[in-house]
C-alpha cells in the first residue's frame, strides 16, 4: 500500500509564508501527477496546485502568484511554498499522488491557519 505523507502544517499570521511537503512511498518512475489540495470548513475539497511528470504545472485562481509548486527530480516529494497567506487560505491541506496504472492516493491531512 502507498503511504502519503505530508508535512509543515501550522498556524501563521496573515501575510507569513509557509512551505508544506508530502512525499509518497510508491515507485516515482511510475508517478503521473502530484498535487496538492484544500478544504475550509463548509466547503468542497478544491485543487489548489498540481505538478505532473512532464513538469506541467495548474493552480487555482486563488493561489496565482502566491503559491508555488515544486518537485524533486526524482518524483516522490512536491513541495507548495506559499506565500502572502491570507485567512481565506485557512483549510486542511491534502496531498495526492497519481501513480500508474491509474491509482490516487491521499495523505491524512493537515491544518493550515491564516491568523488575521
Known amino acids: 500500500q502507498v503511504q502519503v505523507v505530508e508535512s509543515g502544517g501550522g498556524l501563521v499570521q496573515a501575510g507569513g509564508s509557509l512551505r508544506l511537503s508530502c512525499a509518497h512511498s510508491?515507485?516515482?518512475?511510475?508517478?503521473?501527477?502530484m498535487g496538492w489540495y484544500r478544504q475550509a470548513p463548509g466547503n468542497e475539497r478544491e485543487l489548489v496546485a498540481m505538478?505532473?511528470?512532464?513538469?506541467?504545472?495548474n493552480y487555482a485562481d486563488s493561489v496565482k502568484g502566491r503559491f508555488t509548486i515544486l518537485r524533486d527530480y526524482a518524483f516522490n516529494t512536491v513541495y507548495l511554498q506559499m506565500n502572502n497567506l491570507t485567512p481565506e487560505d485557512t483549510a486542511v491541506y491534502y496531498c495526492?499522488?497519481?501513480?500508474?496504472?491509474?491509482?490516487?492516493?491521499w495523505g491524512k491531512g493537515m491544518l493550515v491557519t491564516v491568523s488575521s
Open positions: 505538478v505532473t511528470r512532464g513538469g506541467n504545472t
Open positions: 495526492n499522488a497519481r501513480v500508474e496504472p491509474s491509482a490516487y492516493y
Open positions: 510508491g515507485s516515482a518512475s511510475r508517478t503521473i501527477a
